[in-house]
């Protein structure tokens, strides 16, 4: 029915030998088909009739018995047409393009955010949980960046098998949430996914589980991504697909499903594939464009985590769909997808995670590469996973206004456009320096081109004095400043009563800690002296002579977060006064002490605005 192939030396396995890589070579191995026979036994009326489903494909799987599946009914995920976004890209784009309005190329969106799981993983974890319930597996088990191993919880847990995954310890905590609840006993591992990697293969040896993950079986579930795109498109292929590249298995799988789909007749061209790696973890993208083999990165840094993969397990296969395809293949800084991620949004209304984005930022760049041709092109790009599984990089972008359930401040925040100032800016506009200011004028003018916002004349006077001040201390102005400058002359920051400015503390093995803290309450600067059971305690017990009481601390919360590179401790407190009044004050920082101090100056000043 079918063989197990080595992609480097050709041999063939049956599947019993090994399903995972060639024993001799290592090298990833391919299923291949009898297709003569399979064609035989193919139903074109009812595959071209036929709803999306797993079960419609059955000629094309390497499964034996269909009605022991283990689906979540993963698959048709919708195809948008992205009017909106080629449009937009096509006017910001230069030279030869958007003559005619939106050029002459259609975009797709093929939002796979939308599988049981969020991520395309479904497909192929749909094929490899039924080979593994199949053969009798007493358990699976794989390493991932998160999404593998969140789809392959899912369907171990519906095929009733354990599950054992390893991921790096930086993998979001959201995808780590998702695992945990699909009852997966998962190992969080010091190191890069491909640390992760050796390390579930070295398991999967030892105790014979069965290795899932990017082999020859997950393959073949993926392989439905294009079926389902030349059903989309009518029995016809796209000229462009473009898909985000990991381990590059994905877009391996998406030009093999075209490759049978125009073998068995259903359509007559394929499509040119176009992969999209992060710039700072590109190996196959360069491998590609200077026309040699992959060589891994060590040590890979991406906020785009799905396709932060240093050294790709089918890094062979991609190059080959790139080869044989004709195809391109683009580097894409994160900030470009974290703005193409924000765009997909707000024109789109799709939602995906950062590595899903890259195909609508590398859109951008293809345009450049076939614009001038005349080509009429028909481009999908695969939007391979859903928004909310790694918000960890998003967030800090917004930084929404929090205010009290007052009509007037609701109301300032719409009628002087103060919601400009809360929209995300990428890093690299942030920290642009700001022209020359000199005049109340120049202010002016710029702040309303920006945000759109209206200064008063003495508002324009005091940011003024903030610009001047930021140069005098040496740090020019950047347009993130901007926003505070603008934030701070309006007022809508009100002048906190207490301020700390500094503090110190010292902690001893046997004795309590000490702290000496410098504040300023109500416009006085005081020293003061504290101690406590630890450095915290020590901290606040300072601060808490100069304000004196009249308020009682109710609550007081750690939380580490440990996603990203720099771990941040958010501490929440809750102070009270006599009058029931009770407030929250947050504070976040690397150092645990500064976060509650931050917490406590916080809340001190809330609640002492509320007293009036
Ligand atoms: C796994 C994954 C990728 C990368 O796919 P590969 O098959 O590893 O190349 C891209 N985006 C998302 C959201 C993923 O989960």
Not at 74 to 95: C, F, H, M, Q, W
Not at 124 to 152: H, I, P, Q, R
Not at 251 to 259: H, L, Q, S, V
Request: proline share 4%.
């Amino acid at each position: 029915m079918y063989k197990l192939k080595c992609i480097g030396c050709g041999k063939e396995y049956d599947e019993k030998e090994t399903c995972t890589v060639c024993l001799s070579c290592r090298n990833p191995l391919d299923i291949v088909y009898d297709y003569d026979k399979r064609l035989e036994k193919l139903d074109v009326r009812t595959l071209k009739t036929a709803e999306i489903c797993a079960s419609k494909y059955m000629s094309f799987y390497p499964i034996k018995d269909y009605r022991k599946l283990v689906t979540l009914n993963e698959g048709g995920t919708p195809l948008y047409d992205a009017l909106r976004i080629n449009r937009k890209v096509n006017a910001d784009g230069s030279g030869e393009r958007g003559k005619n309005g939106t050029g002459s190329t259609r975009l797709f969106l093929k939002y796979e955010g939308a599988n049981p799981t969020g991520a395309f993983k479904d497909r192929g974890s749909m094929m490899e949980l039924s080979k593994a319930a199949e053969l009798g597996a007493k358990a699976v088990c794989c390493a991932s960046t998160g999404n593998m191993a969140a789809s392959v919880s899912a369907y171990a847990s519906r095929a009733g098998i354990p599950c054992y995954v390893a991921v790096p310890d930086t993998a979001p905590s959201g995808k780590l949430v998702q695992i945990l609840s699909y009852g997966a006993n998962l190992l969080k591992v010091r190191g890069t996914y491909n640390d992760a990697a050796r390390l579930v293969e070295a398991l999967s040896n030892k105790l014979g589980f069965v290795l899932t993950g990017d082999y020859a079986f997950r393959v073949e579930g993926q392989k439905s991504l294009a079926y389902e795109l030349a059903e989309q498109l009518n029995f016809k292929a796209p000229d462009y697909v473009i898909a985000p590249m990991g381990c590059g298995t994905n877009i391996w799988a998406i030009w093999k499903g075209f490759r049978e789909f125009r073998q068995f007749g259903l359509i007559d061209k394929l499509p040119r594939m176009v992969g999209v790696q992060a710039a700072s973890c590109a190996p196959i993208v360069k491998a590609f464009n200077d026309g040699r083999e992959v060589m891994p990165i060590a040590k890979p840094y991406t906020i785009a985590g799905a396709i932060n993969i240093g050294d790709p397990l089918d890094g062979r296969k991609a190059l080959a769909a790139l080869r044989e395809s004709k195809g391109y293949a683009f580097e894409i800084e994160d900030d470009a997808m974290l703005e193409a991620q924000q765009m997909i949004a707000r024109q789109e209304s799709v939602f995906t995670e950062p590595s899903g984005a890259a195909s609508v930022a590398a859109y951008q760049k293809l345009l450049d590469r076939i614009n001038g041709s005349g080509e009429e092109a028909t481009v999908v790009c695969v939007l391979t996973g859903a928004g909310l599984k790694d918000i960890g990089c998003v967030a800090p972008l917004f930084a929404p206004p929090t205010i009290e359930p007052n009509l007037e401040e609701a109301e300032r925040y719409i009628t002087k456009n103060l919601f400009n100032l809360k929209s995300p800016i990428s890093r690299s506009v942030r920290e642009t320096k700001l022209p020359v200011l000199k005049t109340t004028g120049d202010v002016a003018k710029l702040v309303k081109e920006k945000y759109g916002i209206v200064l008063e004349q003495r508002e324009l006077q005091y940011a003024l004095g903030m610009v001047a001040d930021f140069a005098r201390k040496g740090k020019p102005a950047t347009v993130d400043d901007l926003k505070a400058i603008v934030e701070e002359s309006m007022g809508a920051m009100q002048k906190n009563v207490l301020e700390v400015i500094d503090f110190e503390v010292r902690n001893f093995a046997h004795r309590e800690s000490e702290s000496r803290v410098k504040v300023r309450f109500n416009g006085k600067e005081h020293v003061v002296e504290g101690r406590g059971d630890g450095p915290v305690d020590a901290a606040i017990n300072a601060i808490r002579k100069i304000v004196k009481d009249g308020f009682t601390l109710i609550d007081y919360n750690v939380g580490i977060s440990s996603g990203g590179t720099d771990a941040t401790v958010g501490v929440t407190i809750t102070l009270s006064d006599g009058n029931g009044n009770r407030v929250v004050g947050r504070g976040a920082s690397p150092d645990i002490v500064s976060a509650s101090v931050k917490a406590f100056e916080n809340a001190f000043n809330v609640l002492f605005y509320k007293k009036g």
